[in-house]
């Protein structure tokens, strides 16, 4: 374990709340809901950048041969007492900012399922909720929605462990070295408190035969290594903040919730790698386990929130869909006022997750070609033929660009198959 600490700028990268990307608190107006209310307020630091949601679920029918019928004055007593529920709530833990912060969202239908759709709709930062207790009867009767608004969700999600009232300050980031990995990372920090300590935990497979763990100077301690230190370069961690790096061994949830439990950790951190056959595969064995089993607080930030960081920096955020018919034209046109500027490149795809190709490497193109229906993108300094980078892209589906109140391009999105490309500026 090694405890570095870095001078460094604040981060450039995580929570941006604002009107136009909300974060969104999720809660039912119970006990367990209490913390949502007290993290989503610190994250959100303004009363404008919050939505307060509660859903009522839907009276459930008896059988298919009975069903259950409820009055007009029953279900408007069902609805005023959840709204009365959540605004007692408001009010029991921020007085006299609860009418600050706007008025109570009341929605009918399955709470992880409508909570979704609302952050996906308005673009949220971040959906807060309640962790919740998870025992054997919520897995039974589906009642785990911190769970199952972490599966369905293509925003992070803080699930807030009961007892939370403060800003995190011991933060262990499952670091497995993929772009969305380090988003959470990244996001983490924003959400942390002043003089954290943040652990960066890789854990290594048990395997012996593959790895010779305990073995000196074998290739996969070197890489690990090497990955968690340039993981830490990544991040540009405040000054005041403490980074340390974990090499663990093991069950990937077993040894991330012992080292969080012997820190007294208030946060892991994690990414999800999308929704294919492996991914969720990993869902059920890794975060389905911390979730449940975690007594701190967890953040998730899902493979799909691909473009969450770019247009949380751009307020209003304007996405404009190019028309296929035009894709050429408009892509020399992206070409003409982006030329030379420096950028990210990451590649989403549902099967493994999201992967950065290059850092900061300046546009010099991008092309649609008709006949093979392909967009390339290039990269590198003009002049300079060694570094020069290309990346194809075939079946093409969609061209976005994302665009800053100015109308100065942010981003572009192209959509392939299940996947997507991002490119987004740097400068």
């Avoid at 959906?127 to 025992?135: D, E, K, M, W």
């Avoid at 075939?394 to 061209?399: A, P």
């Avoid at 665009?403 to 490119?423: E, F, I, K, N, Y």
Wanted: aromatic fraction near 4%.
């Amino acid at each position: 374990m090694t405890t570095l600490k870095m001078p460094s700028t604040t981060p450039e990268l995580g929570v941006r709340a604002s009107r136009a990307a909300p974060i969104i608190i999720a809660t039912d107006g119970r006990d367990q809901s209490d913390p949502a209310l007290v993290l989503g307020r610190l994250v959100a630091g303004s009363p404008d950048a919050l939505r307060i949601v509660t859903v009522l679920k839907t009276v459930p029918v008896v059988s298919p041969d009975m069903q259950l019928s409820v009055s007009a004055d029953v279900e408007a007593a069902r609805r005023a007492e959840a709204r009365r529920s959540v605004i007692d709530q408001m009010q029991r833990w921020w007085s006299s900012d609860a009418k600050e912060s706007g008025a109570v969202e009341l929605y009918d239908g399955d709470p992880a399922t409508v909570v979704t759709r609302l952050a996906h709709e308005s673009a949220a930062t971040m959906i807060v909720a309640g962790l919740g207790r998870h025992r054997v009867m919520d897995r039974v009767f589906g009642d785990e929605t911190a769970l199952r608004l972490i599966r369905l969700s293509d925003v992070p999600v803080l699930a807030v462990a009961t007892g939370a009232t403060h800003a995190p300050r011991r933060i262990v980031v499952a670091a497995d070295f993929s772009e969305t990995s380090l988003r959470a990372a990244r996001l983490a920090l924003e959400v942390a408190a002043p003089e954290a300590t943040v652990y960066l935990a890789h854990v290594a497979p048990r395997d012996s035969t593959l790895y010779e763990w305990n073995a000196p100077g074998t290739s996969y301690r070197m890489d690990a290594g090497a990955a968690l230190r340039k993981t830490q370069d990544q991040l540009r961690v405040p000054p005041d903040m403490t980074v340390q790096r974990v090499l663990l061994q093991g069950d990937p949830a077993t040894e991330l919730l012992a080292f969080a439990s012997s820190v007294n950790a208030d946060l892991i951190a994690t990414g999800s790698h999308g929704h294919g056959f492996v991914a969720r595969l990993l869902i059920g064995s890794v975060t389905t386990r911390i979730v449940r089993c975690a007594t701190c607080s967890v953040l998730t930030v899902p493979h799909a929130a691909a473009m969450t960081r770019v247009r949380t920096r751009v307020e209003p955020a304007a996405v404009v869909a190019l028309p296929r018919n035009d894709w050429s034209t408009q892509l020399d046109d992206f070409t003409r006022k982006n030329m030379g500027r420096k950028s990210i490149l990451e590649v989403d795809d549902p099967e493994i997750g999201a992967q950065a190709q290059q850092f900061d490497y300046p546009l010099l193109g991008a092309s649609f070609d008709s006949h093979d229906q392909r967009v390339e993108l290039m990269f590198g300094q003009l002049g300079d033929t060694r570094r020069h980078l290309s990346r194809g892209i075939g079946g093409v589906t969609g061209i976005d660009v994302l665009r800053d109140a100015a109308g100065r391009d942010v981003a572009l999105r192209v959509v392939h198959g299940a996947g997507q490309t991002l490119l987004h500026f740097t400068s």
